[in-house]
């Protein structure tokens, strides 16, 4: 399976938004011609080579580690499926709360207008995404990761009141990061070439959601009151936090004999894996502060993320 990329959106500086019809209707004209279905589009009866990765090896949360080097070659194949099945299965947790704030946000509106159409066709790709997301775990044999239950609950929370920029900006900081991540892998001849193929019909489609979600935040940004933009960077910073440190389970850890809290301790203070984290966020970091969303003391949860 072949397509062409569009260009990632941390290449596009920020500008002024453009018309949010004329925007969405393009969207669908692009969503119409280039879209997937991973029910059929992935061959998932293909065998797995056994000596291929999950993702980049570099992308692992103990690359570089002396628990990484302690690992033979097998070990660190298993680690990786299990580290992109703990990132899918996650991923999956993100756009369920993603998709209620879509719906949320567009409740009462016009069916007719195309920025209702396209929230839609968008939540249609997320819930894609996420049978795409469950039958690679389910392919690979790995566990369905998911948050520890704190986390979930603050999610739901989050999906209950959760408008505005904030709501836009959180969809961004889960695609924008998984972007970067997923450009990298599928173009990885060392990674197996199910996660390859999940990865570019992902890149391909998220790309439009990103899209989407930068044009509405620097659309809704200059019209938040003087004392609104505090609790909107708040909030994005908290997402950050959350993000950053539950896309990889601790539980991965055990799939090759590893301690997991030993394991998690070590990937924490990774600084390889938090630097790779700080490359993949710098376009959103760079976009967020543009608009206003990062600054004053959500400074400090930005820092806490590792992504700054």
């Given at each position: 399976m072949t397509a062409t990329l569009p260009p990632t959106a941390t290449d596009r500086p920020a500008r002024r938004p453009v018309d949010r019809q004329e925007l969405s209707s393009r969207l669908l004209g692009s969503a119409a011609k280039?879209?997937?279905?991973?029910?059929?589009?992935?061959?998932?009866?293909?065998?797995?080579?056994?000596?291929?990765?999950?993702?980049?090896?570099?992308?692992?949360?103990l690359y570089g580690t002396p628990l990484w080097d302690s690992l033979d070659h097998e070990q660190r194949v298993v680690l990786t499926i299990h580290e992109y099945c703990s990132i899918s299965g996650v991923g999956i947790w993100l756009e369920c709360l993603l998709m209620q704030l879509i719906l949320r946000d567009i409740a009462g509106d016009d069916p007719a207008l195309p920025h209702v159409q396209w929230a839609l066709t968008e939540i249609a790709d997320e819930c894609r995404h996420s049978v795409m997301f469950a039958r690679t775990a389910e392919t690979f044999g790995a566990p369905s990761y998911q948050p520890p239950s704190s986390v979930q609950r603050l999610g739901r929370a989050f999906a209950a009141k959760g408008a505005g920029p904030a709501a836009y900006a959180a969809i961004l900081v889960t695609e924008e990061i998984l972007d970067i991540f997923q450009r990298d892998l599928m173009k990885d001849e060392r990674v197996q070439p199910l996660t390859r193929a999940i990865s570019r019909i992902h890149v391909v489609e998220e790309a439009r959601h990103m899209r989407f979600a930068r044009e509405e935040i620097a659309r809704r940004t200059p019209e938040l009151s003087r004392w609104q933009p505090r609790k909107h960077r708040t909030a994005v910073a908290a997402v950050a936090v959350i993000v950053a440190e539950n896309l990889v389970q601790p539980a991965v850890y055990a799939s090759v004999g590893l301690d997991p809290r030993e394991a998690r301790a070590a990937a924490r203070a990774n600084e390889h894996y938090r630097s790779k984290l700080r490359d993949a966020s710098a376009g959103l970091v760079s976009f967020l502060r543009e608009v206003g969303l990062i600054g004053g003391p959500s400074e400090r949860l930005w820092r806490r993320s590792g992504l700054i």
């Open positions: 280039k879209s997937y279905d991973p029910v059929i589009d992935i061959d998932w009866a293909a065998p797995l080579p056994t000596q291929l990765y999950g993702l980049s090896p570099e992308w692992s949360t």
